[in-house]
Structures are given as structure tokens and as C-alpha cells.
């Protein structure tokens, strides 16, 4: 933090401007820390947790049977859709 700190107070005071690919290069890693700070730090990317608990509310089972595309060998056959 520091280190950043001084980095820009060093470049407005000699008024130096950074260069085209490395301000595209820090725009890109301030939208990644962005992104990792909006993340669920207990679900993955596709809220894979959160549509598994609602289906099991849902169904009001302990458990759920996962099917491997058409080898469906359950008696009840649960899907879980992602929703748009």
C-alpha cells in the first residue's frame, strides 16, 4: 500500500503519465480485485451451493442424486438449471 502510494505521489510530482499498455495492464488487475472482492468466498462462480440448497428446500430431501447427462438412473430425476 505504501509502496503504491509512493509510486503515484512520484509520478504526479515529476509529472511523469504512464504509458498506454501499463495503464491497461493495471485496469485489468483492479477488475480482477474488483471481481474476487464480489465473489462468494463459499460458493463458486456458478452459485453451484446455492442452486443445490434451493433444490433441496425445494424437494425437502436430505440429499440430492446427481445424474450424469442421459444415464439417469434415479427414480427421481432432479435437474438444476442455472437461471438467466
Avoid: C, H
Amino acid at each position: 500500500m505504501l509502496k503504491k502510494l509512493l509510486a503515484t505521489s512520484a509520478t504526479s510530482f515529476n509529472a511523469r503519465v504512464q504509458g498506454k499498455i501499463k495503464w491497461i495492464s493495471v485496469q485489468k488487475k483492479l477488475e480482477q480485485e474488483a471481481k474476487l472482492r464480489q465473489m462468494s468466498s463459499t460458493d463458486t462462480p456458478l452459485n453451484t451451493v446455492n442452486l443445490m440448497q434451493e433444490k433441496q428446500k425445494e424437494l425437502q430431501s436430505p440429499y440430492l442424486i446427481l445424474s450424469g447427462g442421459n444415464k439417469a438412473l434415479s427414480l427421481t430425476q432432479t435437474t438444476i438449471i442455472k437461471p438467466k
